[in-house]
């Protein structure tokens, strides 16, 4: 039986092998490096961590998980105002080839204006809402000769309107506490159960974005899933959000990642 244990002032982390042909490599002194690897990368996140805690928005009640997909909503219920700085992020992110752009979720708008302003070829929104996309021909009209299109729908039923894309966008939420469950509580990321479908709709050399939830930097599994269906990735940092104290949005840190995956 195999045991590591790491100590430090604060904490004290055990891993204990209990089968002794996991993790069996050709040669003990590579299982021993994996095993070292492994509790001294936790003990760094632990301490990362730490230092960061005071980061922390307490935030509010979250919003409810009742089946959101036709329910009325209100502006901030939709997209909190803290998220704009994050939200051009990732347009400049999918929009640097100005080609065609695929955006999953319409919400306020301001998204699409955003990837509006950073100029592209043609723009597809996918909204299923009927409550918010009441509100796309108002907001299109502030953008005359765009080639803007509107798919109503939820993504998973209407993929087979999808095109090839430069860029694509993805910012939704969960609609219900099923999709909770298990893209949330289950995930490394929210839009993970997206990432199949984005990289086959997308061109070689195209750009994907999502909301990441993660503050200064990317898990190995988040890492590892990205590299099933992308080539790269680059990552950067939106700080210093303006996230109010009484936030119902599940982000917690004042800064997030920002991710620019290429197929």
Partial sequence: MTRRIRRQRNFEIVIQLKNDGFLRTPREDQRNWILNRVIKEAADELTALDARAGHFIRGGEPLSLQDRSQTPLAGQEIMEDWQIPVMRAMA?????????????????GVASSLIQECGVRSHTIVECN??????????????????????????????????????????????????FAEQVAQSVTFAAHFFPTAASHLRKGGRFSYLSNEADSFSRAHQRLLFEYFTSFTLSQVEDLK?????????WMNEMVVVQAVK
């Fill in 92 to 108: 400049q992110a999918i929009t640097d080839t100005h080609g065609d752009v695929l955006e999953i979720g319409f919400g306020r």
């Fill in 130 to 179: 009927a409550h918010i996309t009441a509100g796309f021909n108002a907001w299109k009209a502030a953008f005359p000769g765009k080639d803007i299109r509107l798919i109503e729908g939820r993504w998973q039923e209407v993929m087979e309107q999808f095109a090839l894309y430069d860029g694509i966008f993805f910012h939704t939420y969960p609609l219900n506490e099923q999709d």
């Fill in 243 to 251: 996230i109010p104290e009484d936030t119902q949005d599940a982000h």
